[in-house]
């Protein structure tokens, strides 16, 4: 069975050290959250994608929720605002 898109709203949209990064939350709760080679966010090519528990939340309190996608391509970040909703595309 192939799992299918995930929702994410994005947060926050960034180019540190000439890459382009979409930090993003999660819509939903889903047991069937997978990525692959060719995973996509809102069909554009990503490098990596790596979980950031140590932002912390208004309250203190650390935010397991929050993931940080790479961009192949740091001129496709122009698609990607805060508030905006995405999908991730295994």
Known sequence: MTASKLAFEVEQAIIISNRAYVF???????????MTADSKLSGYPIEQWLE???EAGVSGEQ?????????KSVEELQWFHAGSEIALEP
Request: hydrophobic share 50%.
């Open 24 to 34: 993003a939350r999660p819509l939903e709760v889903r047991l069937d959250f997978q």
């Open 63 to 71: 935010r397991y929720e929050l993931f940080a996608f790479c961009l």
């Open 52 to 54: 950031i528990p140590r």
